[in-house]
């Protein structure tokens, strides 16, 4: 089995870290100051032999990549950033072509843009076994939700194959997708070398790989889900759920790298310069020598806790009052901390669902239409029959946190005593 780290493009989504000059890949940004390529490589040369992993990259990038890992020599370069169906033609014609692999080798092409735990890839090498032993040439890698993400593409599945594809739904269609079993696609792709070579002659003709590089840019330029996985009629699915995150874009990155401040805005400085916040909220900015970028986060996003997830509809602020709005959804037989508040005082009101709560001990059921009020250091829970929404409104005369909260029991059954 041979795998192949895939580190072409510029990132520019992550400008102004990630540039022509040093794209995000190389980029160190993490406490270990190691780039995401490091990362990757060193968490699967501990599992597959180093020999049988291959980098794909612009030509350019040869000494950037020489940098993060000392005398490595198993490079496939792209003629030019086409997408990733283009990239992938490329590396199968090449081990083909160049380096005569045989066409039943299996071959897994790993984006190096992810968080992931080092037993992730010790499930995406079970690939090799499946494809083996399975009616199909392609074998794909889901990941086990954690919750409804608007920024994933979702697989279905039935019986170890993959049924349909769904990218980037919304939040309703996440959450029914979540709830129906569907896996997160991780952007991995297992494949036997055969199976690509003969849809790259379809594309292609050519003699050799030196000939098949000439011609690359009139391939379509567009990515491999799209133009593969999309038509395949048999791909198999290895399911994990083990620890994904993609951190190519700042929303995902920026919780990674700072801590939202009382405005709800990182700060990620890559510079010296200093940065003060004077009340910019909702968003991102990011510092670096190349400039400044500030991004505003969308305020509707969930949030999720172990009791459902709530979403910040509104924030305000003024000298002598601060109030944030916000909508809570709590899921069937699922509560909230028994705990208290030293500081704000909060406004429930049920738009819908059955629930009950605790205030002070006493005991009581809601309904859609029910206001309720908890005063600061009042000790107070609530729990969902069926599904529960609820506006919840905090107010407090000194500007707060989520951490706001001294939690004193968990278990419904011990504060309902």
Known sequence: MKCVLLSGGKGKRLWPISTDDAPKQFVHLFNDNESMLKRTYDAISNIIDSRDIFIAT??????????EINDFSNFIFEPSY??????????????????????DEVISIIPIDHDVSIDFYKDVFKAEDVLKNINSDICLVGVKPTFPSTQYGYISHDSGYVTSF????????????????????SGVVNFR????????KKYLSFKN???????????VHTSFDYEVLEKEESISLIATDYTWNDIGTWDILASK?????????????????KIVNDGVCDSIIINSKEGIRLIKKDIDDMVFRQWGYYKVLNVFNSPFLHI??????????????????????????????????VI????????????????KMKNHSIRAIDTLKIIEVQYSDVMVEEDDIVRLEYDWDKIIG
């Open 209 to 219: 790989y030196d000939d098949f590089y000439k011609q690359y840019d009139s391939l």
């Open 257 to 273: 790298l700072s801590v939202s401040d009382k405005y709800n805005t990182n700060i990620i400085n890559f510079d010296k310069k």
């Open 82 to 103: 086409i997408g990733t169906f283009g990239a992938i033609l490329n590396i199968a014609v090449y081990f083909r072509e160049k380096l005569a692999i045989p066409l």
């Open 166 to 185: 769904f990218e980037k739904p919304d939040f309703d269609k996440a959450l029914l997708l979540m709830n129906n079993g569907a896996l997160w696609n």
């Open 324 to 357: 944030k709005v916000k909508e809570l959804t709590l899921l069937p037989n699922k509560n909230i901390s028994y705990q208290y508040h030293k500081y704000r005082n909060e406004e429930w009101f049920v738009l819908s669902g059955n629930g009950e709560i």
């Open 58 to 67: 612009g030509e350019e990038y040869r000494n950037d990549v020489l940098s």
């Open 193 to 200: 070398l055969k199976r690509i070579i003969d849809l790259s």
């Open 360 to 375: 002070n001990g006493k005991h009581l059921n809601i309904t859609a239409g029910d206001v309720v009020t908890v005063d």
